[in-house]
């Protein structure tokens, strides 16, 4: 399982691509964009679900 630094990452580097993505406006149909809205989301449920666990721990 991912520590919630990792995750923490990972979203920081999410929200660098999706910036990036509508900035230069390289996804017109929104597949890339809907991909990456949607791990962002799983995400986020997951870092949550961690500081859960370790406020409980």
């Known amino acids: 399982m991912e520590t ?8 920081r580097r999410l929200r660098e691509e999706l910036t990036r993505l509508v900035r230069e406006g390289e996804d ?5 964009l809907r991909s ?7 995400l ?3 870092r949550r679900e961690l500081r859960a666990w370790r406020i409980a721990a």
């Open 4 to 11: 919630i630094m990792q995750v923490d990452e990972r979203l």
């Open 28 to 32: 017109e149909e929104g597949i890339r």
């Open 36 to 42: 990456l809205l949607a791990e962002m989301e799983r």
């Open 44 to 46: 986020e449920a997951l």
